[in-house]
């Protein structure tokens, strides 16, 4: 539905998967329209339509030296600020994998709206479930990596949604 201008990713998850010719900002992976900048230290006057972080945000301050707890709600600021006006911000953690996003997660600091999906088979099967039952789930457990995950959105998901309809 958008042209590639219009999508912007946080952290190289997409390219993995599939040909695309959207702009990926990634610290630390290479790559073709990939450009290698902290998300904090990103700064252009485009907005985009749709902004997409896959598995990505609990890393963001958490895997790095020193250790900054609160660096994703700054991250999550700079990506708001990117948006347009009726523009959609998509983003799945894995719960458990940092549990200082997990809290944020649990006090509904960072995102307008949470979905929440729990793995129910080592194939890969997903059912969306209730916050409690997937701030209940163990990361690596029983499943390798995520088992349950939140789907966090910001902006205005109505309007984005009726408009991919059209």
């Known amino acids: 539905k958008f042209h590639p201008d219009q999508i912007l990713e946080i952290g190289a998850v997409?390219?993995?998967?599939?040909?695309?010719?959207?702009?990926?900002?990634?610290?630390?992976?290479?790559?073709?329209?990939?450009?290698?900048?902290?998300?904090?230290?990103?700064?252009?006057?485009?907005?985009?339509?749709?902004?997409?972080a896959i598995s990505t945000l609990e890393h963001i301050g958490f895997d790095e030296i020193p250790r900054d707890e609160e660096k994703v709600?700054?991250?999550?600021?700079?990506?708001?600020?990117?948006?347009?006006?009726?523009?959609?911000f998509v983003a799945t953690i894995p719960v458990g994998y940092n549990k200082s996003l997990d809290k944020l997660i649990i006090d509904e600091v960072l995102f307008d709206k949470?979905?929440?999906?729990?793995?129910?088979?080592?194939?890969?099967?997903?059912i969306q479930t209730s916050k409690h039952n997937a701030m209940q789930r163990s990361f690596d457990n029983p499943y390798p990596f995520g088992n349950s995950?939140?789907?966090?959105?910001?902006?205005?998901?109505?309007?984005?949604?009726?408009?991919?309809a059209q």
Do not use: C, M, Q
């Not at 709600?73 to 959609?88: C, F, M, P, S, W």
């Not at 995950?149 to 991919?164: C, T």
């Open 14 to 52: 997409l390219p993995n998967y599939f040909s695309y010719r959207h702009l990926v900002i990634d610290k630390y992976e290479p790559g073709n329209r990939i450009d290698n900048v902290d998300i904090i230290d990103f700064s252009t006057s485009k907005r985009y339509s749709l902004i997409i």
């Open 73 to 88: 709600i700054r991250a999550v600021e700079v990506i708001k600020h990117h948006l347009t006006d009726n523009g959609l």
């Open 114 to 126: 949470h979905y929440y999906l729990e793995r129910v088979s080592a194939n890969n099967t997903w």
């Open 149 to 164: 995950l939140v789907i966090g959105l910001i902006g205005d998901s109505d309007y984005f949604i009726s408009n991919l």
